[in-house]
Each structure stands twice: as structure tokens, then as C-alpha cells.
């Protein structure tokens, strides 16, 4: 069945470094890919998304491109800040009847 | 922000007792869906609706249920509540289906005992 892999965290970074949380998926079909946000004691939040191979999807400086080759959809931010703090999710639909979520990615951004 | 509730909060209980959360949503969406979320497997799917009393099973619905007979609310029933069900739930609600953008809601901890 489809599944998500991405990189296991955590994840420590210095504020201003370059950000790269691998994601790589594995489906049948053409899904639609996701990154979701949450921020401590949250629910997830939508961050961007991409529904066709070579979208980029991208939102408060954050970047991922669908690369169908690879089977990735890697998230990207040049210059991370403290408030980027949080667990980040790569997550695939197929249009069936399921979502399937990575295991989550955590981020501490230190001053 | 979406306006989605959830209660209780915070809930704990012990082995074998039904539970019963529910789900809040003032946007008028047609989709609701239930998440657990645990460490080291992200969310997984539970149930979802896509209307009034309409409702499938996601990835991992053995032994729950889930009732929606009005818009605004979805409940998620454990039935016979077991360990292996603490967790943390998460309703969402989108306008379309899983391919849409989900709104989640703020999350139930519940530990069974």
C-alpha cells in the first residue's frame, strides 16, 4: 500500500542555517503531497502542498518540490527561525479513501 | 482558524469502560475524519464522514465507531476501551475529500489504564 518515509528527527539548528527534511514516498497512483505543521500542544497545520509531478509547493519561506523520479517531495527553508520550532509531517493522498502521514519530523531552532 | 472543538481534552479511564469524544465544527465542511496519533507512526486514519450518516473505515477502525448525525458533529466511540487505544486524537474537517486541505482540530489525550 502507499506509505511515507521521512527523515527521523530530531532535528537541532542553529537560527539563519539552511533546512532540509527529506520526505520519500512510495504509491500506486499520482497522489497529492503534503506538509503539515504542528506547533507544541497544536493540531496540524497545513504548510504546503503539490498535486501533479514538478509543482513546487511553498508558504512562509518553506519549499518542496514533487518529484516523481525520486518519489520525493523533500521541505526546504533557506534561513530558519526560532518560531520554526515544530514537528513537521510529510503526508500523501491518492483520492482513494486514505491519508497516510510520515512519522514526523521534530525541529528545534536555537537563538 | 477553522472553528473546529473537540472534548473532552483530556480524558482517562480504565480498561474495558466505552469512551466517547467528540468532534465540533462550526464551517458547515462535509468531510470530518478521526486521527490517532502516536509516536513513531505519525497520524493514522480512524473513520471519516463525507455527510450526515454517511461514514467509512480508514486504516485502523477495529474497535471504533463513529456516529454523525447532524453537520457540526462527529463522535468517535470506543466501545470496550483497551491500553492499546491511548493515544492522542485529532479530528479534521475539510470540503473536499482527502486530497483538500484538512483543518484540524486541538486534540483529545485520552489514557486508558
Known amino acids: 500500500g502507499d506509505s511515507v518515509t521521512q527523515m527521523e528527527g530530531p532535528v537541532t539548528l542553529s537560527e539563519e542555517a539552511f533546512l532540509t527534511i527529506n520526505c520519500t514516498y512510495t504509491?500506486?497512483?499520482?497522489?497529492?503531497l503534503f506538509w503539515y505543521v504542528q506547533y507544541p500542544g497544536e493540531g496540524l497545520q497545513l504548510l504546503l502542498k503539490?498535486?501533479?509531478?514538478?509543482d513546487k509547493g511553498s508558504n512562509k519561506g518553506f519549499e518542496a518540490t514533487y518529484r516523481k523520479e525520486t518519489t520525493s517531495f523533500h521541505l526546504e527553508k533557506g534561513s530558519v527561525q526560532v518560531s520554526d520550532s515544530a514537528v513537521y509531517f510529510c503526508?500523501?493522498?491518492?483520492?482513494?479513501?486514505?491519508?497516510?502521514f510520515g512519522a514526523g519530523t521534530r525541529l528545534t531552532v536555537k537563538p | 482558524d477553522a472553528g473546529i472543538t473537540q472534548s473532552p481534552r483530556h480524558k482517562v479511564t480504565e480498561t474495558g469502560t466505552p469512551v466517547t469524544l467528540r468532534c465540533h465544527q462550526t464551517?458547515?465542511?462535509?468531510?470530518m475524519y478521526w486521527y490517532r496519533q502516536d509516536p513513531g507512526h505519525g497520524l493514522r486514519l480512524i473513520h471519516y464522514?463525507?455527510?450526515?450518516?454517511?461514514?467509512d473505515k480508514g486504516e485502523v477502525s477495529d474497535g471504533y465507531s463513529v456516529s454523525r448525525s447532524k453537520t457540526e458533529d462527529f463522535l468517535l466511540t470506543l466501545e470496550s476501551a483497551t491500553s492499546s487505544q491511548t493515544s492522542v486524537y485529532f479530528c479534521?474537517?475539510?470540503?473536499?475529500?482527502?486530497?483538500?486541505?484538512?483543518?484540524f482540530g486541538p486534540g483529545t489525550r485520552l489514557l486508558v489504564l
Open positions: 504509491a500506486t497512483g499520482y497522489p497529492s
Open positions: 479534521a474537517i475539510s470540503n473536499g475529500h482527502l486530497q483538500e486541505t484538512q483543518y
Open positions: 503526508a500523501l493522498s491518492d483520492g482513494g479513501n486514505d491519508m497516510r
Open positions: 464522514s463525507y455527510g450526515v450518516k454517511d461514514t
Open positions: 464551517e458547515n465542511h462535509r468531510y
Open positions: 503539490a498535486t501533479k509531478a514538478d
